[in-house]
């Protein structure tokens, strides 16, 4: 099995480097990643400017970084890679993405080109507290347990893992949490004095039970399938069945 593996927050990343650690166990490992990071990039693609692919040491792993996005890192690493790669790995990321935040995350951006790609995508994140880097020698047993499970299961293309903060007390399958929360602009000044802006998000809402924000909240692996389709079928069904109503 060929895993390729890549990440936003950029190929030096502990995370990148624990998850390629665990991934060993079930392949051939390549590591394509950013040069620098991507964070929040979204599933955004370079398409005005030409990608550079350097050979990157990274203890004896094939890593490479890439002046792009996780997005542009998937499609060059397949591409280069004689297009034969069987799961793409991307994380695991210094920071959870939980509910909304999946919209704007470059590390599940990573997996769903794989997806695009008709590929498998499974992507990998963990809350970090005060700045501080999750013990991945904690965590790598369970990364290694998501694995063996979610690779077991090929009709699973799509899967979005959160850890939680330090031991996790076990794995739980979950939906996306879709709370609303409050989209907070704060002003501040730079060293000269101009305006700046800080963007940040504060939940106005308890986490649904069932969800993933509520599993790593009680210290929970959450493992959440996802499907490319955005389409509500439930409002499409009763568009049209109003639609039948008015041009009847």
Known sequence: MRILITNDDGVYSPGIAALAQAATEFGEVRIVAPDVEMSSAGH??????????????????????????????????????DN????????????????????????????????????????????TPEGKHPDFEVLKPWVK?????????????????????GRPKGIRWTCQSVRHYDGKVVQAKDPAGRAIYW??????????????????????????????????HEQL?????????RFA
């Open 44 to 81: 955004s693609i370079s398409s005005s400017r030409p990608l550079t692919v350097k050979k990157t040491p990274i203890g004896s792993m094939d890593a490479w970084r890439v002046n792009g996005t996780p997005a542009d890192c998937v499609g060059l690493g397949v591409f280069t890679w």
């Open 199 to 232: 963007y940040t998000v504060v939940p106005i809402e308890g986490a649904e039970e069932q969800s993933d924000l509520y599993a790593v909240q009680h210290g929970m692996v959450s493992m959440t399938p996802l499907r490319l389709d955005l389409t509500d």
């Open 145 to 165: 347990s998501v694995l063996d499970l979610l690779i077991g299961i090929p009709e699973l293309r799509l899967v979005n893992v959160n850890l939680p903060v």
């Open 84 to 127: 034969n790669v069987d799961v793409v790995l991307s994380g695991i990321n210094l920071g959870p993405n939980l509910g909304n935040a999946m919209w704007h995350s470059g590390t599940l951006a990573g997996a769903k080109q794989a997806a695009l790609l008709g590929l498998r995508g499974i992507a990998f994140s963990v809350p």
């Open 237 to 245: 069904a009763r568009a049209k069945s109003l639609e039948q109503i």
